[in-house]
């Protein structure tokens, strides 16, 4: 069965801290893998990977893709109490009748601590 | 800007009566997503179109109905509204890179 796994579930930190969020996949077909924020209402984007070992960074943010393992890694450095917010995860289909079609994992919550 | 309209934004209903959730998107863009997201479970897929008159399951499609006369609309519809329905409901539209965008959400009660 195709699935989406992100983790921890849940994690807690103080300002300043480094964090890594997870996400592994098994998904037939694979096209690329999106991350998402999530803070009181939708999420919002964050980036999208495709190719294997090309890590995608935006300021205290980076992620990269394993397509050999089957997963990603979210990496976020001296966390700011803003950076609390739910970290979503999604892997998109390449082919067949479930072209286009985006599964998303649980998420990863996110604290963070003055 | 999204490009994504949702409404209502809040809805409160009763078990049995039909709810329509509606989306709108001010661009062109084929894809459309309706997610519900429950705690614990993240975004579940409910539906999807490729264009106008294609449409697709998801993981959770069962109870819901959707329709795609024209591209820039993707109405969800509840036929008989179960309390298990009760959830937050995100419409998104594909951007032109690939990624996402969505709609702010319709918290929907079924008592």
């Known amino acids: 069965e195709d699935k989406v796994v992100q983790s921890p579930l849940s994690l807690v930190v103080h300002e300043g801290d480094t964090v890594t969020l997870n996400c592994s996949y098994e998904v037939t077909n694979f096209r690329s893998l999106l991350w998402y924020k999530q803070e009181k209402k939708a999420p919002t984007f964050l980036f999208m990977l495709?190719?294997?070992?090309i890590e995608k960074k935006s300021g205290r943010l980076s992620s990269i893709l394993d397509k050999k393992e089957l997963f990603s890694i979210l990496n976020i450095t001296a966390t700011q109490t803003g950076d609390s917010a739910i970290y979503l995860c999604?892997?998109?289909?390449?082919?067949?009748?479930?072209?286009?079609?985006?599964?998303f994992g649980q998420g990863t919550i996110l604290t963070v601590h003055p | 800007d999204a490009g994504i309209t949702q409404s209502p934004r809040y809805k409160i209903t009763e078990t049995g009566r039909q709810v329509t959730l509606m989306c709108h998107q001010t661009w062109s863009h084929s894809y459309m997503f309706w997610y519900r997201q429950d705690l614990g479970h993240g975004l579940r897929l409910i539906y999807y179109?490729?264009?106008?008159?294609?449409?697709d399951k998801g993981e959770v499609p069962d109870g819901y109905v959707v329709s795609r006369s024209k591209t820039e609309n993707f109405p969800l519809t509840l036929e008989s509204a179960t309390r298990s329905q009760t959830s937050v409901y995100f419409c998104a539209r594909r951007g032109s890179a690939g990624e996402l965008f969505f709609g702010e959400g319709s918290r929907l009660t079924v008592l």
């Open positions: 999604a892997v998109e289909w390449a082919g067949g009748t479930s072209y286009g079609k985006l599964t």
């Open positions: 495709t190719s294997s070992g």
């Open positions: 179109s490729a264009a106008a008159d294609i449409t």
